[in-house]
């Protein structure tokens, strides 16, 4: 089975740059979450789908960031404009979003991003 | 509110001794509980999970973790560490509100010493 995918793998930008992330889910997997992770800290929930519906948006910097969810399979997280605290690994991830498995998350490799 | 606390910035052990990895929980709802790795510039993976079954969870690569309710825990153990092992742990929380989010800790970075 494969996993989650995401381009590009490492991304270098100049602040006030704007910048697009792709994530291909797990085939089937209904719920598709983008994280923002921070140096030294844990993953932080900016985007929640399900299907193509927003699901959660409520960390999401909506003057800056948007996402979406196209047909309910890939989907893009952009910045615009960059700013220097944007630097930090960006993690997509899938679940199936029901049965007894609705929330186990399946990671992808992430998008590190580095704001000059 | 949901929160995790994991009370370790950074864990050393020596390469066959055991591991404890400590995660401290906060939630209104009956939580579910995970712990994932990620290794150097990859993506986390999952090791265990609790659901409200059995309190004790085994999980990959040997693996466990123990839900304590009286004690708010859900600890990371393993009888002995491999070199392999060292990696980046996060405790994360989903409760059931309607998004099933997942709140994670900050990180327990876990060294091996051969």
């Known amino acids: 089975e494969a996993g989650v995918a995401q381009s590009p793998r490492y991304k270098i930008i100049e602040k006030r740059q704007s910048v697009a992330f792709w994530c291909n889910p797990i085939s089937g997997h209904a719920t598709l979450y983008w994280y923002q992770q921070i140096l030294g800290q844990g993953p932080k929930l900016l985007i929640q789908?399900?299907?193509?519906?927003?699901?959660?948006d409520s960390q999401l910097p909506k003057d800056r960031f948007s996402a979406e969810r196209l047909k309910g399979v890939d989907s893009t997280l952009k910045i615009q404009p960059a700013k220097l605290e944007d630097s930090a690994v960006y993690l997509c991830?899938?679940?199936?979003?029901?049965?007894?498995?609705?929330?186990?998350?399946?990671f992808g490799p992430g998008t590190r991003l580095t704001v000059l | 509110a949901q929160s995790v606390t994991q009370l370790d910035s950074h864990v050393s052990v020596s390469e066959g001794t055991p591991v404890l990895l400590r995660c401290n929980y906060s939630s209104s709802y009956s939580p579910s509980l995970f712990w994932y790795v990620q290794h150097p510039n990859k993506g986390l993976q999952l090791l265990l999970k609790?659901?409200?079954?059995?309190?004790l969870v085994k999980g990959i690569n040997g693996f466990e973790a123990e839900f304590k309710k009286s004690e708010t825990s859900f600890h990371l153990t393993k009888p002995s560490a491999h070199m392999s092992d060292a990696a980046e742990y996060f405790c994360?929380?989903?409760?059931?509100?309607?998004?099933?989010?997942?709140?994670f800790g900050s990180g327990t970075r876990l060294l091996v010493r051969p």
């Open positions: 609790y659901t409200s079954a059995a309190t």
């Open positions: 994360a929380v989903s409760g059931r509100d309607s998004s099933y989010k997942l709140i």
């Open positions: 991830a899938s679940s199936l979003g029901r049965g007894d498995s609705y929330n186990e998350q399946f």
């Open positions: 789908f399900q299907n193509n519906g927003v699901v959660d």
